[in-house]
């Protein structure tokens, strides 16, 4: 009696076991299974499921990412990349007590914005609202103000979830400044570069982001602002060589020039002497009657017959090798002279010349004279010259496009005896404006000729990445001697020469006139080009300068010394002795802008109890990268002094924080 309670309790404990056996044992396997079936779906189901759902219903687009800004040496902005906003609708999003409570109200506010009637709107958005559109486009390229004005009307300010508000940003490129042209700021396409934004763009590009858009119906798809795969990385600023104010007085110059000849076409380079930095590139062309715009780079794209601003290169060979020097004369009869069949005129008198009389009185027969009885018979002496001075290479330059030059050699199919005298005196070669001005500026830098420089630095967030050298391309050019004495005849040929009309004794020049016949193998009216190429001040070199103008009115006038040489004169007298263009009286200090009162000082932003502080009156340039820096992100339109913000002032901003600014123009 004692042991079946024993053995009741162990025949409930054995089926207990058993049962919980069982159970584990079940519970494995359904675990088996289960791990079974994640392993056949991971491995054979993932791609039909993208395929059928999420690659047909989300895709990733690109997030573009903001262009560098390009500015000139002084830090005014040329071409920026300003926000454009795009404003969708979600109509599913929107609650239908508050459309309905503010349809009339929105439908008012926006019949004043866009000048359009109420009902208008109305019939839009209640037919956009019945089919209940998630993505309907409502406005397209607002800027910050309109946005900013758009996104509090009624319905809108309750934003995306309620509100059904999409904003899309875009990016679009401007130019800040009408003093430089498109045809010299140029563009990047993406198919074709040209000017500065080619030229640099591989800076200036950003790299894109990446987010996810969800498809809303076949043909649409909406962006998913929280889900950036990747963000954006603006690109860098490139500040350029170019000085605005000699920008604008160059500009200035020639422009009135070209009208006043009614000119075909006319451009200006302005170098500095030591650094071989472009301080200004002008390209006029006209467009209709007494209308010339900046549309196409005629220094850099085309190559053309130099005339006589290439006897100063001709001459500088013969006097380097020592065949000429002061006391050497040559008898231009009366400026008529044939040579090998060719015949070669002067159109300033004739009789004995010296060196110096050659180039200040631009004899044709002179140059060719000299050079054909010392190089007649080793032409290829020459030639080497012209080689050592990179005349023959295509300048490597950052702006892209530029011509190669064409000089005919004794190895050309062309050449014959004749030719060597033709080169002599300007002809049977072909250079872009750019070749002429590297040479001209090496005989002001005492021999040393440096390449033509676009690109002064390269910043990012305030910090400067690269900053631009100057690039020796020929050590030495010439002796001492033989640079001296040329120099002495270029000055000497706006003392008493061709160009002695510009002579002024406030301001020495140094500088050679030409006068090509330009097209001359056509049939009709000759067609000139007018050209002055030189250097100031002649005892001490800042600035190389070319001026040319292109098929002049022959009536008007079409000499180098009538037509150009007063440009240059304008240039050179307006940087150095009188007021510059725009700027006023009190900002000169001894006949030189005091540069230093033209800007506004750099006052530092400070950001205390993430208070946002009070920009309005300071320079945006100054203080955009402050911003930047502390880690908020900025939007800014416009260039100069900040005329608005938000937040506003004490408003509290945290880290990542959006800005926009509003410049002055």
């Not at 019939?123 to 998630?134: E, G, M, T």
Request: aromatic share 10%.
């Amino acid at each position: 009696m004692i042991k079946q309670p024993n053995n009741n309790y162990e025949k409930k404990r054995s089926n207990a076991l058993k049962w919980g056996y069982l159970f584990v044992l079940g519970a494995f396997v359904l675990f088996v299974i289960f791990l079974t079936r994640i392993l056949i779906l991971q491995n054979t189901n993932v791609e039909e499921f993208e395929n059928n759902y999420i690659s047909k219903n989300y895709r990733e687009a690109t997030l573009k990412a903001a262009r560098g800004n390009l500015f000139a040496s002084d830090g005014s902005i040329l071409a920026t990349t300003v926000m454009r906003y795009d404003v969708y609708l979600d109509f599913k999003s929107m609650r239908d007590t508050i459309y309905s409570n503010n349809i009339g109200a929105l439908t008012d506010s926006l019949s004043k914005m866009f000048d359009k009637p109420r009902s208008y709107f109305r019939a839009k958005l209640d037919a956009q609202n019945q089919k209940n559109n998630q993505y309907y486009l409502l406005a397209k390229g607002l800027d910050f103000d309109e946005y900013d004005r758009i996104r509090n009307f009624p319905i809108f300010k309750k934003g995306k979830n309620k509100g059904g508000f999409i904003v899309e940003r875009n990016f679009r490129r401007e130019l800040a400044t009408t003093q430089i042209g498109a045809g010299t700021i140029g563009a990047d396409n993406g198919e074709s570069k040209s000017g500065l934004e080619g030229a640099f763009s591989k800076f200036l590009t950003g790299i894109d982001g990446k987010r996810l858009e969800q498809k809303i119906t076949s043909s649409q798809w909406k962006p998913i602002d929280y889900w950036k795969v990747q963000e954006p990385v603006d690109g860098q600023d490139v500040y350029t060589t170019l000085d605005l104010r000699i920008q604008d007085i160059a500009h200035s110059a020639l422009e009135n020039q070209l009208i006043k000849f009614d000119a075909n076409h006319g451009s200006v380079v302005v170098m500095e002497v030591e650094t071989g930095k472009i301080k200004a590139m002008v390209n006029l062309r006209r467009t209709e009657p007494g209308i010339y715009v900046d549309a196409y780079n005629y220094t850099v794209k085309d190559a053309q017959e130099p005339g006589s601003t290439f006897k100063t290169v001709s001459l500088l060979a013969a006097m380097d090798d020592g065949f000429i020097d002061e006391n050497t004369k040559v008898n231009i009869g009366n400026g008529i002279w044939t040579y090998a069949g060719q015949r070669i005129t002067d159109g300033h008198g004739g009789g004995t010349y010296d060196v110096s009389d050659v180039l200040a009185k631009s004899s044709n027969v002179g140059a060719a004279k000299l050079i054909t009885e010392h190089y007649a018979d080793k032409p290829q002496v020459f030639i080497d010259h012209l080689k050592r001075w990179k005349m023959f290479d295509k300048m490597q330059i950052e702006l892209p496009g530029i011509a190669k030059p064409s000089i005919q050699t004794p190895q050309s199919k062309r050449w014959n005896k004749a030719t060597l005298a033709s080169l002599g005196y300007g002809y049977s070669s072909r250079f872009p404006l750019l070749q002429l001005v590297a040479f001209y500026n090496g005989i002001a830098n005492k021999g040393k000729m440096v390449k033509p420089l676009f690109i002064d630095k390269i910043m990012k967030d305030g910090k400067v990445l690269y900053e631009a050298k100057p690039d020796v391309m020929v050590k030495k050019m010439a002796s001492d001697k033989a640079i001296q004495m040329m120099t002495s005849a270029l000055t000497k040929a706006v003392e008493k020469g061709t160009a002695r009309s510009i002579y002024t004794p406030n301001l020495k020049i140094a500088g050679k006139t030409g006068t090509a016949r330009f097209e001359y193998w056509l049939p009709g009216p000759m067609k000139y080009q007018a050209s002055f190429a030189g250097f100031y001040p002649a005892d001490n070199p800042k600035y190389t300068c070319i001026v040319v103008v292109n098929q002049p009115d022959v009536s008007k006038g079409f000499y180098g010394g009538t037509v150009s040489a007063p440009v240059f004169k304008e240039i050179a007298g307006k940087t150095f002795l009188k007021t510059p263009l725009n700027i006023e009286k009190n900002l000169l200090v001894e006949h030189k802008v005091d540069l230093n009162k033209m800007t506004a000082p750099n006052v530092k932003v400070n950001v205390t109890r993430d208070s946002m502080p009070n920009l309005v009156g300071m320079i945006g340039k100054n203080v955009i990268p402050q911003l930047e820096n502390l880690g908020y992100r900025v939007d800014y339109k416009g260039v100069g002094k900040v005329t608005g913000q938000f937040p506003a002032e004490g408003a509290t901003i945290g880290k990542n924080q959006k800005i926009y600014l509003n410049l002055q123009n």
